[in-house]
């Protein structure tokens, strides 16, 4: 069985030393109380994340869930470990205080969020769909479904959905055709299907709080006739409690690849009562939120699968002996080396080690805008919120894409035995194939950064990010061991702009240059960006060590991967910038017949 322990001591030189979260804190409102409480937050979380929900990681996925007589149920140990959640008020730790919610920074649950994703993604995506839900309702709801669903789903009595996606349109929501109409008690009846549900449907709650997208009956075509209605699966009596079953069911639950302990439901609404969430045709902004919150969770849902495969794959790298070192014998008195000592074998462990730690510092960072967006000082915000646009295209797509192949790379060096179920590492792979799939596929993704965060603003939001990394590598520049960080990071930074005007430039003469660039674009961001903290942890790992700091073995793995990272990883970005010019001529050149002439007769 896998085994996991969360990060803590990485965990605290990011929040601490990287990205001084205490001064953050402090610049927030009750900032004093989320310093008093981060260190319990993380040791109790890292005890829930290590001890309830790791063991229950291997037999949920072979368990899956199941559909009997209208019933849904899932994984054994897993509706027990629900309960530990909500008792632990997890489910409060950043909600809003005026809702029953503990008003702490957004990053502290964010923290955490990593914890249980390494540890059952399956498990964690229960809670973790809430989110969602609750980020909606609070932002678009009315006072009176605030108080009826907000505070329930804070609480962890109730648990949410985003029911976005029909069988036969998935991205393109314009299209949908589940219709609201409204009914006699300021209401409306919500008919339709909805597919790819996650935590659709189960027993962990006493109560399912739906986010339906829906059109009402003179809606105007497209995306612009959308709307968003709160429907629950038990409709809440006078008291606000648990009534009548609504008209919503599971028809069926979707046999997946991976993630087998959610349960992903096809939802089948037949006249149920739903409400309106902001206003009519104007579900857009209120899907928006709900799905910017979604996508930087999978991208945390993809960094914490990483961190979870490398622990295992370097525990079995320690032990397994295998051959001889090429400069000869490392472990003479055993009969062959332990496979650590092996160069490739490095290469996939430093891989996996470098997009952690990396993906670690940049998940943060986006945390700290989160909550300067929320919660702080107006001044702030609005470079704060083009910033946090800018890079949760990244986050989602970047962080999943480099997941799916640390995964399979810790796979790699079990070698016949990583293909093998027994020992979990092939769950982390199929796990980690769908983070590349919902909210949005990374080529959804891409195109939403290059077109939409980039140049539909003239590349403003770039151009806010690009500076700061530019007055960080002048500062830099003066140390003459950074160097070997700076050189290439203020290259890299400077074409990145470059680039940019470059498929800017192409794109007034053909839209489709956007598309044919796009994915390109989008990992070479990913590259560049996670150099930026590479660099800054680098930097301080020189001065610890120089310090003659008493973990000087901490600090020295810290540089040695920020070197791996400059040295391996970063040069990609050299073959997707030639890439992206290559332009959209070799894409669209072909007919589309002509695709299938190889086989058809």
């Known amino acids: 069985m896998p085994t996991y322990k969360a990060p803590l001591r990485d965990m605290r030189f ?12 402090k610049s927030l409102p009750n900032g004093d109380d989320a310093v008093e409480v981060t260190d319990a937050i993380l040791e109790e979380g890292a005890k829930f994340a290590e001890n309830v929900l790791t063991p229950l990681n291997q037999t949920g996925d072979q368990q899956g869930c199941t559909l009997k007589d209208g019933v849904v149920t899932v994984p054994d140990g897993f ?14 730790i950043s909600q809003n205080a005026d809702y029953g919610g503990q008003g702490l920074p957004h990053s502290l649950g964010m923290v955490l969020n990593e914890m249980i994703c390494s540890a059952n993604l399956s498990w964690g995506m229960y ?6 839900a609750m980020s909606a309702l609070e932002h678009h709801g009315t006072e009176e479904l605030k108080q009826i669903y907000l505070t329930k789903l804070i609480e962890g009595r109730w648990t949410g959905t985003m029911c976005l996606t029909e069988p036969h349109c998935g991205t393109d929501l314009g299209l949908i055709k589940t219709r609201a109409i409204p009914d006699d008690n300021n209401g409306y009846k919500v008919s339709g299907t909805k597919i790819f549900i996650s935590a659709g449907d189960h ?16 809606a105007p075509e497209g995306s612009k006739g959308i709307s968003l209605f709160v429907v629950p699966k038990f409709l809440p009596d006078a008291s606000g409690e648990v009534g009548e079953r609504n008209g919503v069911v599971c028809g069926s639950l979707e046999n997946k690849m991976g993630i087998h302990g959610n349960s992903t439901c096809v939802m089948n609404f037949d006249d149920a009562t739903g409400y309106l969430v902001g206003q009519p045709n104007k579900g857009l902004a209120a899907m928006f939120t709900m799905m910017n919150a979604a996508r930087i969770g999978v991208g945390i849902q993809g960094q914490g699968l990483i961190e979870v495969s490398y622990q295992n794959a370097l525990a079995y790298a320690r032990d397994r002996l295998q051959m001889r070192a090429l400069s000869g014998a490392k472990a003479p008195e055993k009969a062959a080396d332990p496979i650590i000592v092996h160069p490739d074998v490095r290469r996939m462990l430093l891989t996996q080690k470098a997009f952690s730690e990396g993906g670690r510092a940049l998940i943060l960072y986006t945390a700290q805008l989160i909550d300067k967006v929320e919660k702080g000082k107006e001044e702030d915000k609005k470079e704060a919120d083009d910033i946090l646009g800018l890079l949760t295209p990244i986050v989602k797509a970047f962080l999943t894409e480099v ?25 982390f792979v199929r796990d980690a194939r769908i983070t590349r799939l919902y909210e949005g596929t990374t080529g959804i993704q891409a195109l939403d950064l290059l077109g939409r965060k980039i140049l539909m603003n003239q590349g403003e939001h770039l151009r806010s990010f690009t500076k700061q990394i530019h007055k960080y590598c002048q500062s830099a520049s003066q140390q003459e061991a950074m160097q070997e960080f700076i050189k290439p990071l203020a290259d890299l930074n400077k074409e990145w702009g470059d680039l ?25 961001s990913g590259y560049v960006t996670l150099a930026y903290f590479w660099a800054q942890m680098a930097e301080i790992a020189q001065k610890k060590l120089a310090e003659g700091t008493s973990e000087q073995a901490f600090y020295q793995a810290k540089l040695d991967t920020a070197r791996f990272y400059f040295q391996r990883l970063l040069p990609r970005t ?10 959209a001529d070799g894409l669209l050149a072909m007919d589309a017949a002509a695709f299938g002439l190889a086989f058809e007769v």
Do not use: C
Request: glycine fraction near 12%; avoid cysteine; charge should be negative.
């Open 574 to 583: 050299k073959t997707h910038a030639a890439t992206m010019l290559a332009g």
């Open 14 to 25: 990011v929040m601490n030393e990287l990205l001084d979260f205490p001064n953050h804190y």
């Open 203 to 218: 027993e962990l709650t006493e109560n399912i709080v739906h986010l339906v997208l829906a059109k009402l009956p003179d």
């Open 127 to 132: 809670p973790g769909l809430s989110h969602g």
């Open 403 to 427: 997941g799916f192949e640390a995964t399979n790379e810790g796979v790699q060096v079990f070698g016949g035995h990583g293909f093998i179920q027994e020992w979990g590492m092939e769950q």
């Open 79 to 92: 509706k027990e470990a629900y309960q530990q959640y909500v008792e632990g008020g997890w489910p409060a």
């Open 500 to 524: 940019t005007m470059k498929i800017g430039m192409a794109a007034m003469k053909n839209r489709e240059e956007v598309g044919a660039a796009s994915v390109d674009y989008l990992m070479y």
